[in-house]
């Protein structure tokens, strides 16, 4: 398997600030790789990094083997869909789709060939001769998406590409996106703040925060079995159980994260762990309820189906799980 | 919770200004009436309507006898526009505004790019303070300072003179046209004033226009692997160009009608605008300063229409 990416130790400071703190990671040729995180988590310099407007400040980076240091984004078989699209606004779509080409020194007939098949495939034939002006925000998403990919790039980079689209609409794009990654083979490295975004289209998610890779891994266990108390809580916010808690329930580790679907509010059933608490807070979110369980002070959240009847505020209760959903973590 | 016991309208705003903000909040289109009727009639009137009663006047025609002006309608004055010496006029007049503006968009546009692009703070505030400055001091003054400048016997010389290079400028001298007994006397001279005099007329629209180019887009060039020239020639330049034709727009307008300049700084021939100072004051040939007054207008006009052909606008 060839490795698309690699960052090794790199750090990308602006004056005193971290942007980028010490970060490796290894990017394999063909995956979706997502990197989520807050906004100013570093994600977005990395992805700046890949694409050569920043330059690291200490580390090695290597695109498909070869050093990206020095190396100008001009001169990068890597192409960006940018966070608001950056079509230029006095181009057609038609030549904004070919721009590359054209600087490229690609003959005028072959560039607007492949410009318009690169707009069939994002499905907006015919729509070559419009300016951005005149395009919705989701047809100006599949534009610079065309735009990047008529350069087939070696990767290809997404800076919250679905960021100012609608919820409905970002998920039909979210579908398209992967099937279209998944058809053309190329290396796509995504940038998210959306947990949803990142677990429902990624094969791999770096959790950042902070300029450092918090947690690495397939989404499954990034979501199930979160290492830090920081990807458990942004990741799905999961609970957190303290130490306390964890000692009364004859756990040995500092924390452990539990999953709100994980806990039901019943009696324990053979083998399962349980905790009993009051009720102290109820929302309503469609498929699920969410109730917080007060349990001396600590507030463990449930998901709760919402066809299961409610208990009212300040109901005492008993919750329970089983012991292999509690998952242990490093930091307390 | 308390209940409120006011009513739903809150009271009236006392007084006429009170009565007034509900009747235009009521009349939107009465308050833009008010706001924009005097500015119009002013424009309407004093401005384009002077300018009106000016082109009239050309298509009249003087006697030559008595000196008085013959109000029937003539193209006789036109006809004298045409007449050789007026033509070299011309021509002198609007090579040395295209030259003008061509090299003030040159020096221009690197200033107002990096004022635009990397000027922050107090930089940003500098560069206004440095672009305005020269504005502030009289036109008269100016002109007469660089006649100083530019004298044979100016620092300009003597700068010339200390780095040995005093042939360089004599040799400039030499040449026909551009040259001349001194900078002061020369076409050279009235060029390098007409740039300095305007530069921030030039200066102010560009870097106006590149502050409306997202960053990114320059990005987005680099990232689709335009080199940075072709990023000027694509992006930048596309983008910049309706703030170069309304600094040229300026600076081009501004040299065709100008007459002090020339006057104090080159030779003894004449540009458009002593001759319309000539036409109208010494000789009292109405008709014929009028005339001149509209070669600007319709080079002006021919210019903007070409710009508009070319897309100089699409953008905005």
Known sequence: MTTAVLFDNVSRHFGAVRAVDRVNLSIAEGEFFAMLGPSGSGKTTCLRLMAGFEQPTAGHIEIFGETAEGVPPYRRSVNTVFQDYALFPHLSILDNVAYGLMVKGIGREERRKAAEDALAMVKLPSYGARRPGQLSGGQRQRVALARALVNKPKVLLLDEPLGALDLKLREQMQEELKSLQKSLGITFVFVTHDQGEALSMADRIAVFNEGRIQQLGRPEDVYNRPTTRFVADFVGSSNVLSAKLCQRLGLKTASASLRPESVAIAPAADGALS????????????????????????????????????????TPVTISFAARDLHPMEDA | MTVVAESFVLPERRGTAGRLSDFFWRHPHVLLTVLLGPPLLWLGIVYLGS??????QSFFSIDEFSGLINYEFTLATYRQLFSEANLDIILRTVSMAALVTLVSALVAFPIAYYAARYARGKWKALFYLAVMLPLWSSYLVKVYAWKLILAKEGILTWFFEKLNVLWLLDAWLALPVVGGNSLSVSYTGTFIVFVYVWMPFMILPIQAALERVPANLVEASSDLGGTPAQTFRHVLFPLALPGIVAGSIFTFSLTLGDYIIPQIVGSSRLFIGQAVYAQQGTAGNIPL????????????????????????????
């Open chain 1, 275 to 314: 905790l009993s608490g009051v009720v102290a807070g109820r929302s309503f979110l469609g498929a699920t309820n969410r109730i917080v369980v007060d349990v001396d002070g600590n507030r463990i959240a449930v998901a709760s189906p919402a066809a299961q009847s409610v208990p009212a505020m300040g």
């Open chain 2, 51 to 56: 300018l009106f009663a000016l082109l009239l």
């Open chain 2, 289 to 316: 300063a009028a005339a001149f007054t509209v070669v600007p207008i319709v080079i002006m006009g021919a210019y903007l229409w070409m710009a508009k052909r070319m897309g100089a606008f699409d953008a905005l």
